[in-house]
C-alpha cells in the first residue's frame, strides 16, 4: 500500500498533460490496428491458394472466402475509423463533463430525493452514454448484418429478430446493470483505501455467478434450447464423456440457425461442477457424427487439461492487477480537472478515465492472452489426436473453414495480434494432415452415402 500511495503522489501533478496523453495512446493504438489491418488486406488480395491447402480447399471457394476477408476488412476500417473520431471527439470537447452535468440535472428534476446522489447519477450517466452509443452504432449493426452477411449467406434473421434482440440487449443491461454498478460503487465508497480488495471479491463473485445464470436464464431468452435427440450422435457424445469423465449434466441443441449460417459447438459450467455440452443444430447439419465427435473431444480437451479453469484464474489476477492500479488514480485531482471536473470526482468518471489511461497495457495484454490461447488450441487439438480423432478433426477443421469462408491465410503479425486461434494450415501441420482429395463439405444424408466415395468440391 505504502508503494500505491508514493505513486499516486506522484502522478497527481497538474504538470501532467493527461488529455494529450490520452489522445496519443488513443492515436498510437489505432495507427497500429491499420497498420496490421493493411498488412492483413495484403494477404487477402492474394490468388493463389496456400501450398498447405491446394489438396483441400479449391479455387471458387478460396476466392470466395478472400472476397468475404476483403468485404469484412473493408468495414473494419471504417468502422474502425468511425470508431476513432467519436472517442477523439469526447475526449477534445469534454463530453464526459457535459453528459455527467445533463445527468445530474436529469436527477434533480426527476428523481425523488431519496434516490439523488452520485450512484443513481452514475447509473443515469453510464446508461445514458450507453444508449447514445448503441443508437450511433444501429447503421454499422444493421449493414453488417443485412448487407455484408446476407451478401455472403450468413445471415439468416429477420429485422424484426435483430430489433428483438436489440430491445432485450436493453432490457438485461438495465436489469443486471443497475444492481451491479451500484454495489460496485458502494463497495467503492465504503471501503476506503483497501477497496480494491473488495471490489475484486466482488467482481470475481459476478463472474461466477455469470457462468452459471448465462447458459441457463440469458441464452433461452434469445434462442431456443432442445435436449438433443436420441440416436447416434446422443450415444457417441455420451460415451466421450464417460470416457473422460466429463461431468456431463446436459447436452442440447441451440437454433443457431435462425440468426447465421455459421456453426459452433461449446460446454459451459463452474469448474468441479456439472457441465452442460451445446452444440449449433448448423453444426448438426453440415457435419458427419465422427466430425461432431472430433470437434467435441477437443473442446473437452479445454476442460481435461484445466484451460478454462487457468483461463478463469489469470483474468482474476488480471482485475486484481487493474483494480489495484484504479485505487492510484481514483483521487488524482489532475486527472479529473484535465477532463473538465473541477469540483467533483465521480467514481465513475475515475474509473473510465484510468482505462483511458491503461489502454496501451491493454495491447500488450491483449497479445500475450492470444499467445497462450493458441497453445491451448494446439494442446486442445493434440488431445482430440490422442484419442483417435486426427482425420477426423483435420476433416472438420477444413469444413468449418470452407462453411464459414474464414481467412484460409493470414499475416503473422496480424495474426499474433488478433486471432486466438491458430490458423488453418498451423493446425494442419500440427495433427499431421495430408490428403490427397478435397474434403466434402456435403453431409452424408444416410449411412449408404456415408459409406460411399464422397464427391470433390
Do not use: C
Not at 483441400?56 to 469484412?72: H, L, N, P, V
Not at 464423456?241 to 459450467?269: C, M, W
Amino acid at each position: 500500500m505504502d508503494f500505491l500511495r508514493r505513486l499516486a503522489a506522484g502522478l497527481d501533478d497538474r504538470n501532467i498533460p493527461w488529455k494529450t496523453l490520452i489522445i496519443t495512446f488513443a492515436l498510437g493504438e489505432y495507427a497500429l490496428e491499420s497498420y496490421l489491418s493493411y498488412r492483413q488486406y495484403q494477404v487477402l488480395q492474394r490468388k493463389t491458394v496456400p501450398q498447405q491447402l491446394k489438396n483441400e480447399i479449391d479455387q471458387e471457394t478460396f476466392d470466395k472466402s478472400q472476397k468475404y476477408g476483403r468485404a469484412k476488412a473493408k468495414f473494419g476500417f471504417v468502422s474502425g475509423l468511425w470508431s476513432q473520431v467519436k472517442n477523439l471527439f469526447v475526449i477534445r470537447y469534454d463530453v464526459y463533463p457535459r453528459l455527467w452535468a445533463i445527468a445530474g440535472l436529469a436527477m434533480t428534476k426527476y428523481a425523488p430525493a431519496r434516490f439523488q446522489g452520485e450512484i443513481t447519477q452514475s447509473l443515469v450517466f453510464a446508461f445514458g452514454y450507453s444508449f447514445i452509443e448503441t443508437i450511433m452504432g444501429l447503421p454499422f449493426s444493421y449493414y453488417y448484418n443485412f448487407v455484408l452477411e446476407q451478401h455472403y449467406g450468413f445471415n439468416k434473421q429477420t429485422v424484426g429478430l435483430w430489433v428483438s434482440d436489440l430491445l432485450k440487449s436493453q432490457a438485461l443491461s438495465l436489469a443486471f446493470g443497475i444492481p451491479i454498478g451500484a454495489a460496485f460503487l458502494k463497495i467503492i465508497q465504503n471501503t476506503g483505501d483497501q477497496f480494491f480488495l473488495y471490489i475484486w471479491m466482488f467482481t470475481l463473485a459476478v463472474q461466477l455467478g455469470a457462468i452459471t445464470i448465462y447458459p441457463n436464464l440469458i441464452v433461452p431468452i434469445f434462442n431456443k434450447l432442445t435436449p438433443l435427440e436420441p440416436g447416434e450422435l446422443k450415444e457417441k457424445v455420451e460415451a466421450l464423456a464417460q470416457r473422460l469423465q466429463f461431468p456431463l449434466a446436459e447436452l442440447q441443441v441451440i437454433d443457431g440457425s435462425k440468426r447465421s449460417a455459421h456453426s459452433n459447438a461449446y460446454f459451459t459450467g463452474l469448474p468441479f461442477l456439472p457441465k452442460k455440452i451445446v452444440i449449433y443444430d448448423t453444426l448438426i447439419e453440415k457435419s458427419e457424427t465422427k466430425e461432431v465427435e472430433a470437434i467435441l473431444a477437443h473442446e473437452l480437451g479445454h476442460w481435461k487439461m484445466g484451460h478454462t479453469s487457468k483461463l478463469l484464474g489469470i483474468s482474476s489476477f488480471h482485475l486484481f492487477y487493474v483494480f489495484a492500479l484504479f485505487s492510484v488514480f481514483i483521487n488524482n485531482n489532475s486527472l479529473y480537472e484535465a477532463f473538465g471536473f473541477m469540483k467533483q470526482r465521480p467514481i465513475i468518471i475515475g474509473f473510465i478515465l484510468f482505462n483511458e489511461v491503461l489502454s496501451p497495457t491493454d495491447s500488450l495484454v491483449k497479445l500475450l492472452m492470444n499467445i497462450l490461447t493458441r497453445k491451448f488450441e494446439f494442446e486442445a487439438d493434440a488431445f482430440s489426436l490422442k484419442l483417435g480423432y486426427a482425420a477426423e478433426l483435420a476433416q472438420s477443421l477444413i469444413k468449418l473453414q470452407i462453411q464459414n469462408l474464414s481467412s484460409m491465410d493470414a499475416d503473422w503479425m496480424y495474426s499474433s495480434y488478433h486471432y486466438s486461434h491458430p490458423i488453418l494450415t498451423e493446425r494442419l501441420k500440427a495433427v499431421g494432415w495430408t490428403s490427397e482429395k478435397k474434403v466434402s463439405v456435403a453431409k452424408p444424408s444416410s449411412k449408404e452415402d456415408s459409406d460411399a466415395p464422397k464427391k470433390d468440391l
